[in-house]
C-alpha cells in the first residue's frame, strides 16, 4: 500500500518560514520523481516545485527564490523549505510522487496570515 505523508503546515506571520516534509512508504522512492503541489481557495491545483531522481530540481516562477525542494532517499522524504512566505503562498500543499503513475498525499494546509 502506498502512502505519502506531508506534515509541517501552519499559521505563519508574512516574511516567515515553514518546512514541509512527505514521508513514502509502499514505493522504491528513489525511483520517482517528486512534486510539491498547492491548491488555494477556488483555484485550481498547480504545481510548486518538482525534483527527479538525478536531484535536479524545478520551480514555479512565483517560488522561485524563495522555495527549495530537496530529497533524502535515504529516509523517503522529501522536503520544501518555504521563506519569505506571502499572503498569496496560502493553500494546501500536497506532495506528489511520479513514475508509471501518481500517488498524492492528503495535503497539509499553510495560512500566511498577520
Known amino acids: 500500500q502506498v502512502q505519502l505523508v506531508e506534515s509541517g503546515g501552519g499559521l505563519v506571520q508574512p516574511g516567515g518560514s515553514l518546512r514541509l516534509s512527505c514521508v513514502a512508504s509502499?514505493?522504491?522512492?528513489?525511483?520517482?520523481?517528486m512534486g510539491w503541489y498547492r491548491q488555494a481557495p477556488g483555484k485550481q491545483r498547480e504545481l510548486v516545485a518538482t525534483?527527479?531522481?538525478?536531484?535536479?530540481?524545478n520551480y514555479v516562477d512565483s517560488v522561485k527564490g524563495r522555495f527549495t525542494i530537496s530529497r533524502d532517499n535515504a529516509k523517503n522524504t522529501v522536503y520544501l523549505d518555504m521563506n519569505s512566505l506571502k499572503p498569496e503562498d496560502t493553500a494546501v500543499y500536497y506532495c506528489?510522487?511520479?513514475?508509471?503513475?501518481?500517488?498524492w498525499g492528503q495535503g497539509t494546509q499553510v495560512t500566511v496570515s498577520s
Open positions: 506528489k510522487a511520479q513514475l508509471l503513475r501518481a500517488y
Open positions: 509502499g514505493i522504491k522512492f528513489s525511483m520517482y520523481v
Open positions: 525534483i527527479p531522481n538525478d536531484g535536479s530540481t
